[in-house]
Structures are given as C-alpha cells and as structure tokens.
C-alpha cells in the first residue's frame, strides 16, 4: 500500500490489505483536504476491504492548486498536480471516493481538484468501476453531496459499481470499523458490489 503524504491512519485498517504486485489497483481519498479527515479514514476503511488490492491512498493536500479559472488556464496551462492526479487514475483499476459535505456540496479542496483534471480530458473517470461513500458527525451522513456525486458521476460513468452514506460517524465508527450491525451489512454488499465490478 502506498499512502501518499504524511497523514497518520490507525493500522487496524490495513490488517486485512496486504501489497500484491499482481492485485488489482485501488485508487481511494476522500474529497476533503482536513488533517483529520473523517472521509479520508472511511475511505481507506472501505479501500482495505478489497482481498489483495494494491492500495493508494491520496491525500488532496497534494493537489493544492489556484483557483480555476479560464484565464489561469490559458496564463499555466495544467499544472503539474492536476496531471499527476489524473495519472492517478489513470493507473487505478478502480476509485473508491468518501465525500466530506460543505454545504450540501463538494468541498472546495476537492471541487477545485476536479475542476482543475476535468480540462485535461473530457473523461474524468476513464470508466473505472467507482465505489463512491460519504460520511460525516450529522444523522444524514453527507447524503446531499453523495446524492450529487452519485447522480452526476453516474451519467458519464456506467461504472459507478455502488453508493453508501455512513451517518453519524463518531457514533457508528470505530477502530474495528462500521459499529452497527445493519449499515455494516448493507455496507458490505457495497463492497462485494465494487469487488466484482473491478
């Protein structure tokens, strides 16, 4: 497993994630730039959950960019960060993607990072299968941005493989992973989804 940046993710959540050179190759972030980022744990949660996947983890405080604009575009060109993202992808077998929600939408971190990949090629995603998750401290566990992501992403990927939202997730998450019997099992069909679209 390759987690890019410094950030530190307890080691219970690659017990079960073991480097293959052959596996398939998971892509996972979560669309938040916080240090603490509660998406970005769930993400590499789910991504570890894939049997002998070669995991990277991305940390968006890589991809730190100026603002998109038409006239930077034209003044920069693409800067370096947004190809190195979308060689990202590039190489993934599959994305797994946990959404942090800023009001009702993306963050901008995010956003910006998409906006910034979506003017190098049309096809952001290259129809990789995608698993795409949210959470957050709320009952409604970012379903709004979810929902967004979900719907938007589906049109130009037929591979979006499955959706899951996690509410409330200092109380349904812990160090083993998903507490509740119920959002563990519909999580887990979830993941046996995105496995067998890989």
Request: proline share 4%; charged share 25%.
């Amino acid at each position: 497993m390759r987690v890019l940046h410094d950030s530190v993710i307890p080691l219970v959540y690659y017990c079960n994630s073991r480097k293959q050179t052959m596996g398939k190759k998971i892509l996972a972030f979560g669309a938040s730039s916080s240090k603490e980022s509660i998406n970005k744990r769930f993400a590499t949660y789910a991504a570890s959950l894939i049997h002998d996947a070669d995991l990277t983890i991305l940390d968006l405080n890589d991809f730190e960019m100026p603002i998109f604009s038409v006239d930077r575009e034209k003044e920069l060109g693409h800067p370096k960060e947004a190809l190195e993202f979308k060689e990202h992808i590039r190489n993934a077998d599959g994305i797994v993607i946990s959404f942090a929600e800023h009001n009702s939408s993306y963050s901008a971190a995010y956003k910006n990072i998409f906006d910034w990949v979506s003017r190098i090629e049309k096809d952001v995603w290259l129809q990789k299968p995608m698993l795409l998750l949210a959470t957050s401290p709320g009952g409604r566990g970012a379903m709004s941005v979810l929902e967004q992501a979900t719907t938007t992403y589906s049109r130009s990927n037929p591979n979006v493989a499955a959706c899951f939202s996690l509410p409330s997730f200092h109380d349904n998450f812990g160090e083993s992973g998903i507490i509740d019997d119920k959002l563990k099992a519909s999580f887990n069909k979830k993941i046996k989804a995105f496995s067998e679209a890989i």
